[in-house]
């Protein structure tokens, strides 16, 4: 799977906006783009995930670039809810690999 | 989306014995994949499991200290044997579609060895 590069870490106040990036410059043109999310002591959850065109579902949008090389989660209304571990993973589409391969991630903390 | 159970929730073993982790899924499901969290770590896939065939391990990861069993579309479980304190870890199974599909998790099992 290609490579995908998250800050460690990012720091919101609630109610405000959060625009996470993810850098993915070897994204190749059948990857689909996914965005999980870890609260503490669960389980990875799933946010969003797209091929080229930008997202929308009630949890969060996500912005493909142009070029595909990056992307961004955004999450419109921040809670204390939100602070997670937020992962930003390419899925090699067609084939039979449907496995998920973990980075480091972002972790995200949120102000009250 | 697939309601995943693992059980147990936690659990302190002694060092040398095995442990084994049930996972359920509420729907019948191809794919299922086993993950180990360690302590402030990202999640590594142990291995995958498909119904009537033998687990795939990846790298690292080997049959004789994680055996798995899949003997149906909507159980799996996992054993940790001989154990040791660098097993204390989060264990996940996951059930998975396509790439164009979401992942869903269990919220693990956490197993501390004395």
């Known amino acids: 799977d290609a490579k995908t590069t998250q800050p460690n870490s990012m720091e919101s106040n609630e109610e405000e906006p959060v625009h996470l990036p993810c850098n993915h410059s070897?994204?190749?043109?059948?990857?689909?783009i996914h965005w999980y999310r870890q609260l503490p002591s669960q389980g990875p959850e799933y946010v969003i995930h797209g091929l080229t065109s930008n997202v929308n579902n009630r949890m969060a949008s996500l912005a493909i670039a142009e070029d595909r090389k990056s992307s961004t989660l955004i999450l419109h209304r921040a809670t204390l809810r939100d602070a997670a571990v937020y992962y930003c993973i390419l899925r090699q589409s067609g084939g039979s690999n449907y496995k998920l391969t973990f980075g480091k991630g972002t972790l995200l903390t949120v102000n009250p | 989306s697939a309601v995943i159970s693992q059980k147990p929730s936690r659990d302190i073993c002694q060092r040398g014995t095995s442990l084994t982790i049930q996972c359920q899924v509420d729907?019948?499901?191809?794919?299922m994949f086993w993950y180990r969290q360690q302590p402030g770590q990202s999640l590594t896939l142990i291995a995958t499991?498909?119904?009537?065939?033998?687990?795939?391990?990846e790298s690292g990861f080997v049959i004789d200290k994680f055996p798995i069993s899949r003997p149906n579309l909507t159980f799996s479980t996992l054993t940790v044997s001989n154990l040791s304190p660098e097993d204390s870890s989060i264990y996940l199974c996951?059930?998975?579609?396509?790439?164009?599909?979401?992942?869903?998790f269990g919220d693990g099992t956490r197993l501390s060895i004395l």
């Open positions: 499991a498909n119904q009537g065939s033998e687990a795939t391990y």
């Open positions: 996951s059930v998975g579609g396509s790439s164009n599909q979401p992942q869903h």
């Open positions: 070897t994204i190749s043109g059948t990857d689909y």
């Open positions: 729907s019948q499901v191809t794919m």
